[in-house]
C-alpha cells in the first residue's frame, strides 16, 4: 500500500515565477491538507481539500492556490514566487471524519527553493 | 491565533539519558499529536492523546496530556542515537460544520543522542 507522495522532490525557482507541486493522497483518503514548513520552523497549515473544494484555509495570501482532482490527488499551486517561499511543502491525507480523521499521513515533501 | 510553544528548542543528550520534551498553550485542543521528523522527510506520528489526563506509553517513550487539554509532555527514558530527529507537537481543533480539524504545530524540539 502506497503511502503519500510528492513531485517533484527538489525544485528551484526564481522570484516572480510560478510552481506548481503535485500530491498523490495514501489509499482510501479523501481529504488532503499542504502544509509549509520554513527551515527550523514547524510545518504551518496553507489549507485543505475534501471532495475537490476548499475547505479550511490558513493565513497564507491569495497567490497560493490549490485544486483537488477526482481521484482525490491534489495540486498546491503558488504565483509571484517571493524568495520568503522558500521551505519544505508538505502533503498530507487523511481518511476523513468517517475513517477516523484527525490521523493525518505526511508525504516526504517537496523542497522548494526560490533565488 | 492559537499557539503551541515547545521547550527546550534544542537538547543534546548522552545515549542512557533521559528527557521530557513540553508543549505548551493557552487553548484547548480536541486532541493533541507527536509526531518525529527525520532531515528531508515528512513528519511521522507517534501518538495521539484525545483525553484530559491520559497517558499513553510507546516503548520507551511516555506521553501525556494535561488535565485541560492544553498541554502536553513527552518523556523518553533511556535515550538512544536512534531517537535523535525532531519531535513536534501539533493540535488538532474542530471547525463547525463537520470539517475535520487542521493540525496547529509547535515549532519542534531538536534532539541529538550522542553516543
Known amino acids: 500500500d502506497a503511502g503519500v507522495t510528492q513531485s517533484p522532490t527538489h525544485l528551484i525557482k526564481t522570484r516572480g515565477q510560478q510552481v506548481t507541486l503535485r500530491c498523490s493522497p495514501k489509499?482510501?483518503?479523501?481529504?488532503v491538507s499542504w502544509y509549509q514548513q520554513a527551515l527550523g520552523q514547524g510545518p504551518q497549515f496553507i489549507f485543505q481539500y475534501y471532495e475537490e473544494e476548499e475547505r479550511q484555509r490558513g493565513n497564507f495570501p491569495d497567490r497560493f492556490s490549490g485544486h483537488q482532482f477526482p481521484n482525490y490527488s491534489s495540486e498546491l499551486n503558488v504565483n509571484a514566487l517571493l524568495l520568503g517561499d522558500s521551505a519544505l511543502y508538505l502533503c498530507?491525507?487523511?481518511?476523513?471524519?468517517?475513517?477516523?480523521?484527525?490521523?493525518?499521513?505526511f508525504g516526504p515533501g517537496t523542497r522548494l527553493t526560490v533565488l | 491565533t492559537q499557539l503551541l510553544e515547545q521547550s527546550p528548542q534544542f537538547l543534546s543528550i548522552q545515549e542512557g539519558e533521559n528527557l521530557t520534551v513540553y508543549c505548551n498553550s493557552s487553548s484547548v485542543f480536541s486532541s493533541l499529536q507527536w509526531y518525529r521528523q527525520e532531515p528531508g522527510e515528512g513528519p511521522v506520528l507517534l501518538v495521539t492523546?484525545?483525553?484530559?489526563?491520559e497517558v499513553k506509553k510507546l516503548k520507551r517513550l511516555t506521553f501525556q496530556f494535561g488535565d485541560a487539554r492544553k498541554d502536553s509532555s513527552l518523556h523518553i527514558t533511556a535515550a538512544q542515537t536512534g531517537d535523535t530527529g525532531l519531535y513536534l507537537c501539533?493540535?488538532?481543533?474542530?471547525?463547525?460544520?463537520?470539517?475535520?480539524?487542521?493540525?496547529?504545530f509547535g515549532k519542534g524540539t531538536k534532539l541529538s543522542v550522542k553516543p
Open positions: 489509499s482510501g483518503h479523501d481529504t
Open positions: 498530507a491525507s487523511s481518511p476523513g471524519l468517517a475513517g477516523g480523521g484527525d490521523t493525518q499521513y
Open positions: 492523546v484525545v483525553t484530559g489526563g
Open positions: 501539533a493540535g488538532v481543533k474542530y471547525y463547525y460544520g463537520g470539517s475535520q480539524g487542521n493540525l496547529i
